[in-house]
C-alpha cells in the first residue's frame, strides 16, 4: 500500500479501523489461532553495533554482561522445551552486526540450526547482516525464516543507528528473500519516531516482494544505561492502531505483538488480537527483557476462545510476483 492510503486508515475514527482490519483479519485468518514463537539469545550482549535502544550494544553501559555463543546441547535442550510447552516457531538471537561464511562461529551456527531443524519447528534465526552466500546456507541447513527488523522509516533510521544504514537492512532482507527462506520484518514503537515514520515503515514492509511472512511490532522496553533510556511509552491506542493498518497493508502475516507486552494489560493485549495480532513471543524471556509468564498467556488466550497455532513443518517462503521490487524508491 502506499503512503496516503496508510493515512487515510491511521485518520479514520478508532472503531471504523479496528473494525476494517477486524474484516482483513477474518477472511485471511479464519482459525482464531495465535502462534507462539519461543525465543531464546544464543549470544547475548557485546555487540560492536550503536542501536539507541539495544541492552546488548558494548557502546552503551547496560546490565548485560557479554556471554559466549551457547553450546548446542543447552539450546537443543531449551529448543526442545519450547517444543514441548507448545511453541511452533523457534527463534534464535545473536548480538552480532552480522555473521561471515568461513568463520567459526558460522560454522558453529549452521551446525545447531541443523539439529534444531530435526526437532519439527520452525526455525527462525536473527543474526544481523547476511550476505548472499550466508542466507544460501541458512536456508540449506534448516532456516525457515529470518529475522531483521527495519526498525522505523528510512528517515528516523539515522537517529537511531549510526553503525550501519537502512539500506544495509534492506540488502540483507533481500539475501534472505533470494535464497528461499521467508522474511520476518517489523520495527519498534516508542523511538521517538512520528506518525509518519511508522506509516512510512508499513509502507516500505507492505511493498516488500513477497511480502513480509511476519511483522512483529515492538514495543520500545526502555533500557537502562541506553540513550533511549528515558523514553515515552507509547499510547495503548496507538498501538492498536498500528496493529490495525499492519493486518490490513500486509493480509497474509503473521502480526506479532512482540516486546513490550509485559507493560500490557491483558485488556490492551486483546484489543491486540481483536485488530488483528495473531503471534506472540512465548515464554518468559525475550532475548534480555521479561515477558508475561507462559500460563498466563495461554489462560488468556483460552479466555479468549483462541487457540495455539498447530505445527507447520512444510512452510514455504511464498512466491515472488515478478513486477515489484522489493523497496520502493528511499528518497
Ligand atoms: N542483532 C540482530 C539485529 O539487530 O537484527 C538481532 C537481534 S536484535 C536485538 C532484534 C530486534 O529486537 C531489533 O531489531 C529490535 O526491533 C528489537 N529490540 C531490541 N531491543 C529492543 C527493546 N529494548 N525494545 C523493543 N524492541 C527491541
Ligand atoms: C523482534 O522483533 N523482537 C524480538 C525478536 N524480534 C528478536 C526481540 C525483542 C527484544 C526486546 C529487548 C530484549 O529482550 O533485549
Ligand atoms: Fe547489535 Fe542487534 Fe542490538 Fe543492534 S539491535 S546493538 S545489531 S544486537
Not at 85 to 93: I, L, V
Request: aromatic share 6%; hydrophobic share 35%.
Amino acid at each position: 500500500m502506499q503512503y496516503n492510503e496508510l493515512k487515510e486508515l491511521y485518520d479514520l475514527p478508532f472503531f471504523d479501523l479496528i473494525q476494517k482490519s477486524r474484516g482483513v483479519h477474518e477472511a485471511n485468518w479464519p482459525e482464531r489461532e495465535v502462534q507462539l514463537c519461543t525465543l531464546l539469545s544464543i549470544k547475548t550482549g557485546g555487540c560492536s553495533e550503536d542501536c539507541s535502544y539495544c541492552a546488548q550494544s558494548a557502546r552503551y553501559s547496560t546490565e548485560v554482561e557479554p556471554e559466549r555463543l551457547m553450546e548446542k546441547c543447552d539450546i537443543l535442550e531449551r529448543a526442545k522445551l519450547a517444543r514441548d510447552n507448545g511453541s511452533t516457531r523457534f527463534c534464535m538471537g545473536a548480538a552480532w552486526k552480522g555473521v561471515r561464511d568461513g568463520t567459526k562461529r558460522f560454522d558453529q551456527v549452521l551446525d545447531i540450526v541443523e539439529s534444531v531443524s530435526e526437532l519439527g519447528m520452525e526455525v527462525c534465526t536473527t543474526l544481523g547482516e547476511l550476505g548472499e552466500t550466508e542466507a544460501q546456507k541458512l536456508k540449506e541447513a534448516g532456516v525457515t525464516a529470518y529475522n531483521h527488523n527495519i526498525d522505523t522509516s528510512p528517515e528516523h533510521y539515522k537517529n537511531i543507528v549510526s553503525t550501519h544504514t537502512f539500506q544495509d537492512r534492506l540488502n540483507t532482507l533481500r539475501h534472505v528473500q533470494d535464497a528461499g527462506m521467508s522474511v520476518c520484518s517489523g520495527g519498534i514503537l516508542g523511538l521517538g519516531e512520528s506518525t509518519e515514520d511508522r506509516l512510512k515503515m508499513l509502507e516500505i514492509l507492505s511493498n516488500f516482494n513477497p511480502p513480509p511472512e511476519s511483522v512483529p511490532i515492538n514495543s520500545l522496553v526502555p533500557i537502562p544505561g541506553t540513550p533511549l533510556a528515558e523514553s515515552q511509552g507509547v499510547d495503548s491506542f496507538e498501538v492498536v492502531r498500528m496493529i490495525a493498518i499492519a493486518r490490513i497493508a500486509i493480509p497474509g502475516a503473521k502480526v506479532r505483538l512482540s516486546a513490550g507486552r509485559k507493560q500490557m494489560s491483558e485488556e490492551l493485549q486483546t484489543l491486540c488480537f481483536f485488530a488483528g495480532a495473531n503471534s506472540i513471543f512465548y515464554g518468559d524471556k525475550l532475548l534480555t527483557t521479561g515477558n508475561p509468564q507462559s500460563e498466563a498467556d495461554l489462560n488468556l488466550l483460552k479466555k479468549l476462545g483462541l487457540e495455539p497455532q498447530k505445527p507447520n513443518r512444510d512452510l514455504e517462503a511464498p512466491e515472488k510476483e515478478e513486477e515489484r521490487p522489493l523497496e520502493p524508491a528511499l528518497s
